[in-house]
């Protein structure tokens, strides 16, 4: 069942509801079936497959997922566009749209599945990147999603180091997931027309990182704060973020192979896993 409406259809239903797009929001709703059909097609949904689509609005990509699919839960925080959209899937038994963030989330959802699910979602700008961390936090229950994301973030996402753009989210990303960019998507495409680029990003989760994360623990409460102050060196962000003494931090990040005066952006990730275990083990001392 095709659930992707007209600019026409959008606008007569977005009128009779009294529904005004909030640019701020980020609602921003596809209109266009060629890329309703691409975003889909490299998700490679099976009959097998449970998708979990993240802001269905209304209903652009629900149907066809619907259609290739075992199950479809969507989660939509806009409590009037979950009413519009429940009564337009009503005849669909396979698709359950509930009223909420997928940010609200917790692992009991997603433990209750024998498979790994697929995400499939147009990720409104101002909440991508909490969305995308959110991935990460839940790795080990999906393993592949294909979202539609701000240009910006998906630069960030690839960046490599040396790059400015280089930071936490790319050092993650490529340990713990493979992206690719599949396309750019014009503005067009949507009603209203956003003023900013997106594309369609394919992400697949790794079952182990490119590179070997010895303490988890660790890697998550020190390698953020590593990136916090891009401005600094190396150097005056050790010292500072862990209050250590100005030769103390020379001397660790000093074995780990980093020359003091670099930022953080310009640090290969396995070196920088290796100041992650260094400054573990003068914490712990």
């Given at each position: 069942m095709d659930t992707l409406l007209t600019i026409k259809q959008l606008q007569q239903i977005l009128a009779s509801h009294k529904i005004f797009p909030k640019k701020q929001l980020g609602q921003n709703f596809l209109i266009d079936r060629n890329i309703r059909d691409k975003i889909i097609s490299f998700a490679?949904?099976?009959?097998n497959d449970i998708v979990v689509e993240i802001g269905p609005g209304l209903g652009a990509l629900t149907g066809t997922i619907a259609e290739k699919a075992k199950f479809v839960y969507g989660f939509e925080k806009d409590r009037k566009l979950v009413k519009i959209l429940l009564n337009m899937v009503s005849n669909l038994p396979n698709v359950f749209i509930e009223e909420k963030d997928f940010l609200e989330l917790d692992e009991g959802f997603f433990r209750k599945f024998e498979n790994k699910i697929k995400i499939i979602g147009n990720l409104p700008y101002y909440v991508a990147s909490p969305i995308l961390f959110k991935f990460?936090?839940?790795r080990d229950y999906w393993q592949l999603?294909?979202?539609m994301i701000p240009e910006e973030v998906a630069i960030r996402i690839i960046a490599k180091p040396g790059d400015k753009n280089f930071?936490?989210?790319a050092v993650l990303f490529s340990?713990?997931?493979n992206c690719?960019?599949?396309?750019?998507?014009?503005?067009?495409?949507f009603y209203p027309e956003p003023e900013i680029n997106s594309v369609v990003m394919k992400i697949l989760s790794r079952e182990k990182p490119t590179i070997d994360i010895k303490n988890l623990e660790a890697f998550w409460k020190i390698l953020p704060k590593l990136?916090?102050?891009r401005r600094k060196t190396i150097l005056n962000v050790v010292s500072n973020s862990f209050k250590l003494d100005k030769?103390?931090?020379?001397?660790v990040v000093q074995k780990a192979g980093i020359q003091p005066s670099l930022r953080s952006h310009q640090i290969e990730i396995d070196k920088m896993l290796t100041l992650v275990e260094r400054i573990s083990e003068i914490k712990n001392r």
């Amino acid at each position: 069942m095709d659930t992707l409406l007209t600019i026409k259809q959008l606008q007569q239903i977005l009128a009779s509801h009294k529904i005004f797009p909030k640019k701020q929001l980020g609602q921003n709703f596809l209109i266009d079936r060629n890329i309703r059909d691409k975003i889909i097609s490299f998700a490679g949904i099976t009959k097998n497959d449970i998708v979990v689509e993240i802001g269905p609005g209304l209903g652009a990509l629900t149907g066809t997922i619907a259609e290739k699919a075992k199950f479809v839960y969507g989660f939509e925080k806009d409590r009037k566009l979950v009413k519009i959209l429940l009564n337009m899937v009503s005849n669909l038994p396979n698709v359950f749209i509930e009223e909420k963030d997928f940010l609200e989330l917790d692992e009991g959802f997603f433990r209750k599945f024998e498979n790994k699910i697929k995400i499939i979602g147009n990720l409104p700008y101002y909440v991508a990147s909490p969305i995308l961390f959110k991935f990460l936090e839940i790795r080990d229950y999906w393993q592949l999603a294909v979202v539609m994301i701000p240009e910006e973030v998906a630069i960030r996402i690839i960046a490599k180091p040396g790059d400015k753009n280089f930071g936490l989210m790319a050092v993650l990303f490529s340990l713990l997931t493979n992206c690719s960019i599949c396309y750019k998507v014009r503005g067009s495409v949507f009603y209203p027309e956003p003023e900013i680029n997106s594309v369609v990003m394919k992400i697949l989760s790794r079952e182990k990182p490119t590179i070997d994360i010895k303490n988890l623990e660790a890697f998550w409460k020190i390698l953020p704060k590593l990136y916090m102050q891009r401005r600094k060196t190396i150097l005056n962000v050790v010292s500072n973020s862990f209050k250590l003494d100005k030769k103390i931090a020379a001397s660790v990040v000093q074995k780990a192979g980093i020359q003091p005066s670099l930022r953080s952006h310009q640090i290969e990730i396995d070196k920088m896993l290796t100041l992650v275990e260094r400054i573990s083990e003068i914490k712990n001392r």
